[in-house]
Nanobody, 119 residues
């Protein structure tokens, strides 16, 4: 079992930065793939970025070059550094821990953190 707690969201102006943090409990965190998703009002939940247990990263086209995902396994923590934020980045951001990279069927979610970008 993994419990995930996101933090770091808030209200910022376009062009500013935020760093989201996903803190996890549970021993499988360090071997799992971690992903950040976001969901805007009335829209589906979309994948933003992923990082494997080996540190390989991938990003949605809409955030490439602006967002950076990283992890500190010693602290059971994953970060999402968001630069040059746009109003379209406004959403609830969710952390996900899954076994995709291991071929294992598990997926845990955090409660989400709100990011609001004003124009």
């Amino acid at each position: 079992q993994v419990q995930l707690v996101e933090s770091g969201g808030g209200l910022v102006q376009a062009g500013e930065s935020l760093r989201l943090t996903c803190a996890a409990s549970g021993t499988i965190f360090s071997i799992s793939t971690i992903a950040w998703y976001r969901q805007a009002p009335g829209k589906q939940r979309d994948l933003v970025a992923t990082i494997t247990n080996a540190g390989t990263t991938d990003y949605a086209d809409s955030v490439k070059g602006r967002f950076t995902i990283s992890r500190d396994n010693a602290k059971n923590t994953v970060y999402l550094q968001m630069e040059s934020l746009k109003p379209d980045d406004t959403a609830v951001y969710y952390c996900n821990c899954n076994g995709d990279g291991l071929g294992l069927d598990y997926s845990f979610w955090g409660q989400g953190t709100q990011v609001t970008v004003s124009s």
